[in-house]
Every structure is written in structure tokens, then in C-alpha cells.
């Protein structure tokens, strides 16, 4: 069986043929126009591949709620050509498949939970620390979408003694995204983060945030695994030391063998960055309607 997956990005667009064992069989990357110019592209590679179902791993925020009558929509998001854009409608009127439709992250997660380092796990987190930060959940084995969908790269950051930025959010300034995200070292430090490579206090400082954000999701949702993706994630020096924070954060209160086992707990993406397109093929297997 043939399933076409998009992994929807503010930059770009990769749309994939795959099959049932997430398999990727044919690929294809556009930047992201505006949908005048970008959709006709990514319709016109699917219309003649014979898919199965659709599955679309999106940036958002979108509407994930079946009983909304914007259902399928990208809503209140800062690319404002795609503001309030139906884009599960537009590709059902010009595919006519089923559609699979959740948040990017949620599409990563479901990746790693199908075929990468969280397969048969009921609770996991996915955290992307990239040009934002944005994580997807699965609670009791399903993706959790509740009254929109989580947006944990806005929460609040207790920030760290002798810090003075003020934060990148332009809703929240010193928010985990506000501190953390790639923009934000940038405007921290002043160069990009890449070049900033063997720059030790860089990644103190970045592992204190990220540690400090993975504790308040360890407390809250009592994650099974935490995944961390992303290209602010490249820099693996960082995982030991959110290891070590994390574990003198929560200074000893949750005893659990995931915890004596860190290593195994706290990990890079396992899919060579292709979690998000394969947990969109996912998406297009679960689609039903
Ligand atoms: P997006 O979030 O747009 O999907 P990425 O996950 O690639 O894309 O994130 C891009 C951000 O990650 C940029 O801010 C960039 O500076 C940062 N970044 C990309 N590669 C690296 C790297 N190797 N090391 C550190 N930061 C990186
Ligand atoms: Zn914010």
C-alpha cells in the first residue's frame, strides 16, 4: 500500500510516497511560498502516485478539534499568508483521499513511537529546539490534543541568576522558547549557534533552560522517554548536561528505573531527521475520514 505524508515547515515543505513499514520511497522538498504558489506543487506530485491516504505533519497552530468548523485549518499562525487556511480541505477537494492531520511535533512523535526509539511505549515526549521550540505528547497511548494541542515552548522560565537577556518571544520575552530556540542564542550571543560550537558557556547556560523545561514536563506528564529533536539538538554536548541537570533539578524526588537509566531516557531523534516525514505516513495509515 502506497501512503503520501507532508511534513509542513514556515520554510519548507517535504512531501513523501511511503509505505505501511514507513518505508520512504520517493521524496520531494519546495520552500514555503505562500498557498497560491506552494500548494498546486505539492497537489500536482501526489495526483498521479496512486496514494492510498494523505498524512499531514503541520506547523501551526492549527484545528485539531473533529467537531470545529474549522477543522483541518492552519489558524493564528505568524505566516500570515497561511493564516486561517484550510489546508486538510484544500488537498481533499483536489485528492480526494482520506487525510491524517496533526501538529509536526505530534508527526515526529509518532515517528519514534512507531518506528524509532519509542516503539510500544504509551508515554512520550517530543521536543523540537529549533527555530522555536515545540513539543508533541502521547498520554495513555494517544497523541494529546485537548483544547488545541500543546505549546510547550511557551512556558514560563525561572530565569538563571546573573542572566540578563530579555528573551526572544514577542509574547512572553524570557519564555523557554524566548531563551532557548536557535533565534535566541543568536541574538544572545551574537553569532549563529553552530559557530558557537566550542563556546563551553553557551552550553551551560542552554542545557540550565532545556533541563529546567524538561523537569516541569517529567513532573506534569510523566513522560516514559523524552526525545529531543531539532537543530539547535545537533550540538550533542548538550545531552550530558541536561542529563546531570535534570537529575540534580528534581534533586531525588521521582525514584523510577527510567531515571537511574538516563542515558535511555533523555535521547536524540533515532530517524536521521526523518521522524517527522515518517510519522506523517503514520498519519495517512490512521487517516479515516
Ligand atoms: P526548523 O525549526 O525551522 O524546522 P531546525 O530544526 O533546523 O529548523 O532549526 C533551525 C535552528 O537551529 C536555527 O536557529 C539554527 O541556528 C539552529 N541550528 C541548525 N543547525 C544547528 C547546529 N548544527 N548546531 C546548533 N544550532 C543549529
Ligand atoms: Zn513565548
Redesign the pocket.
Known sequence: MIYGGIEA????MICVIGDENGRILDRMQIPTKTPEETMPLMTDYFKDKDIKALGIACFGPIDLNRDSKTYGYITSTPKLAWKNYDIVGAFKKELGVPIGFDT?VNGSLLGEITWGCAKDLTDALYL?????VGGGVMAGGKLLHGMLHPELGHIKMAVADGDTYKGKCPYHGTCFEGMA???A??DRWGK???E??DDDKVWDLESTYIAQALCTYILTLSPQIIIL????M??KQLFPLIRKKVLEQLNGYIVTKELKDIDNYIVPASLNDDQGIMGSIKLAMDADI
Open positions: 515547515g514556515g520554510t519548507k509536526d523540537t529546539i529549533g527555530t522555536g530556540a536557535g533565534p542564542i543568536e549563529k549557534a553552530v558557537l560550537a529533536g531539532g537543530g539547535v545537533h550540538q
